[in-house]
């Protein structure tokens, strides 16, 4: 470069050196990767994803897939988005050979034989061809190269709240923001460019040129105010329900959560179809305006300005007064609207060619760039007549007109309607509460595009309860947009969507082979599907595809643009796992004792004590433990409600299965669950501690759900009755086996233990080792056992006293495993384990515990309808020799061919020598001595006995305190 | 996300909630028919258009009622169940059972 670069974003002049295809470049500090390879010349920065056709930057601001390069492990990273940064090392991408030297270029001469779902078709048939060729197009077609071993790196999250969104900090999103802001609002700017201003910053909003300028000046009020909070380089990339906003800036993924949104996001310029018109050098005119007025950049020697508006009219003013050669101007149009205009091409000595559009480019060069661009005249929509001129050219710089940014919009609900008269999409029937502004509310002149932002902010603010007026609706008679930008050429190869390398024909093709409906056509030509998300392929594909179907293009519309609006890296949504557990009082003494821990509903429990490759040991021996000296288990998990008031009764009465007024203070009583379907949901045990006082488990995992039904219920049934979950409130423990009463003693108790004082299925209150507690004698695991509660904050205290006085009866932990193994053998069926979401009462012999006469339960008209049918399934127990195979649960239960069943528990035990489980079997099978058929997991049928329960102490004797 | 307003708690993220089914009322157990029955167990009118249904704000366990539109998602308003259960809810006796 001869002379310094002065633009916008260039914040110095100290050389920025980095490598480009192993090419030493250098750039300036705020470069982006494009914008500092554009400076050297180097147009061509990457292969197109089909054909590896020669590609370079089309919109300059990230709103395409031209600029896809390699950034060292990253692929797939948009040139024109990434700053430069000293030593930065990047290679184009979807190339053999080198991107100079495609070895695979020569795919586009093949493209006549490859059309539209030549993929799909071509390798349908025979079976299996596809698995053969699969790999090697994929190899042809990949975008990139991807390092399975990088490491994301930070990215973080965050939240931000505010009363009104901005979304796009250009002229509307400027005006919006201050006039929320200035009525008191709190207000949030977003903006995905890395400065404010949008198009004020690089258009030419006037003739004369300066009005932008001016304006801008004025509206850059928003960087001191301090009611709007900006963020630039901050992407919008969704709206979702009642304005929760992801941003993404940089590695920060901001929730934003605001009252209202101000749309302001602009429109996309879009291109014009012809032949070759995706050769390095041919851009979008802002693209131009942002080379000069962003980074200052010649874009050209010699340039070509393709229009179909006002707007490319005037980007040839600014080429022309930053010395590019303007060659002529080619409008489409018969004439400008503004008739000024002709007089300043002309001052500049600019051709001005109406009614003639480009039909061909040439490109040349190692690069492959616009070296010449053939011209003819329009006779008719799509048409060109036989004169034609050859202009040569560097730079071709087209505008057919814009669409609107609908992505965000038609996620907040809007419609998109195609108006004939303006030959563009407007949006419409958006969510409350959102606001579009700008050009995406298609206002295009500056001051009106103001008017509008200050519109939308007064609509907001009314909104929010601000005492304003809300000015009528900003209309503007601009009328940029070209109706027919698409010339068909013999040869093809104009681009309709560049990321999927889609020409003219490829569309019309979908349509005619029976794809007319727009949704369909993506699908099969993917039209849309690439990384620019149809942005310049919507509007003119709903064109063609409207044409060819003879419909109208509202009727047609666009493909849904669901979120996110810009690529999101998974980082940028995964980041740390908030996952806790709870553990109870007792949690580190498990560990200290080198417990293997897992997960039981929100809750760490430990499983056995010693190392998983011994866990079957750990957990017989813990058992054997249990049934012949004395073990410990912590129960805290266990879920506890408490129910205080005169209905605390009454309300058990109509959850539970249970009848609960006459029981006695100091007893407990087991207590099933069903729901309203007669299905058992849960057990656990009341124990009666007044008159209108209960206290109930619950199981681990559905206490939630238990607190929750009743609750609920008692919302509508309005009983005189205090319901509170108390499970995080006390620690728990199980203090189980034949020595378990001297354990007890030793620790030191003031509860009358004795065989007489304390009976089985009682509930006492007493002093433990000091400690307040409510004991209750239950039988989970068939053993003499105490149930201990304390609460929480003495857990550790009777944790550590009943195993110190444990010592001398050899006390062991045991855990969950085992407990498992022991209530198996006792024939206490567990809830959600042994029981399905079918499960009622009579099906799991459950019958005992349902009191059928009295006035109401929740699952009492199921239950009894359920009754009276023939039920076909039933909870049976069985047994297997020593020695056979431990079928694991899951395993079906056959009756003949049939599934009848599935085995829900199973185990060996070591107690009874034996393989026991409870399985789902017909119920012909129900009674003892049956024959049930397992299929084992190797396929070959275990023959079980269906016996009676409990397997385990069938006298019932173990419970009480031996002799 | 959604935003779901609790009369007790005021606005806050829908995933503080869980959804507790349509308010309906419950034939009598001991006089309707077997069909009624499991009609009302298993047939929710599910209707689009504006329901009544009951969310529970899990942080506080206070259940409320939303009166929501199920085509638009709309929730028109939201109140404290007492506002339709005013009076305590009571179940007769069975009758002697006919054994």
Redesign the interface.
Known sequence: MSKQRQGLLITGDAPVQFTFEGQRFSGLPGDTLASALLANGQWLQSRSFKYHRPRGPLSLSGQDANTLVQLGPEPNVLADRTPLSEGLSASGQNYVGSLAKDGDSRLGFFGRFMPVGFYYRAFYKPRGIWDRWEKVIRKKAGLGVLDTQREAGYHDKQYLFCDIAVVGAGPAGLAAALRAADAGASVLLIEQDPYIGGSLAWHRYDVQGGAAAAMLADLRRVEAHPRIRTLTDATCNAWFADHYLPVIQGTRLYKVRAKQTVLASGALEQHVVFHNNDLPGIVLCSAAERMLALYGITPGNKALVLAGNDQSCRSALTLADAGVQVSAVVDMRASPDDPALLQALSERAIRYIPGHTVYSARGSGSQGRISQAEIRPITAPGEVGNTAETIDCDLLCMSSGYMPAWQLPCQAGAKLSYQDEVAGFRLSGQAAGVHLAGSVNNIFTAEAVVKDGERAAAAALAALGYDVDVPESVSCALRPNYDWPMFAHPKGKEFVDFDEDLQLRDIVNATRMGYRDIQLVKRFSTVGMGPSQGRHSALPTARLVAKATGRTISETGVTTARPPFAPEKVAHNAGRVLHPYRQTPMHHRHLEAGAHMVPVGDWQRPAYYGQPDQARHCIESEAMHVRNAVGLIDVGTLGKIELRGPDAAELLNRLYTASFDNMEIGSTRYAIMTNEHGVVIDDGVACRLGETHFYITATTSGVTRVYRAMTQWNAQWRLDVDILNVTGAFAAVNLAGPLSHKVLAAAGTDVDISAAGFPYLAYREGQVAGISARLMRVGFVGELGYEIHVPARYGEALWDALIKAGRAFGIKPFGVDTQRLLRLEKGHLIVGQDTDGMSHPGELNLNWAVDRKKPFFVGQRSVAIMKREQTQRHLVAFELPAGSETPAEGLLVLEGAEVSGKITSCAYSPTLDKVIGLAWASSAHKKPGSQIVIKSAGGEPLTATVVKLPFYDKALSRQEIQA | ???LCCPLNGPR?VAEF?F?GEVREMPD??T?S?RE??E???YPPNHAGVIAE?W?HVPS?Y?FIAERNRST?EVIRTYD??EI?????D????EE?KA
């Open positions: 996300m959604k935003m993220n869980a507790g157990p001991q309707c077997d029955w499991a009302y167990v298993f009951w529970l366990g259940w998602d169940p007492s259960y005013t009076t305590r809810v179940f007769a006796a069975q059972s």
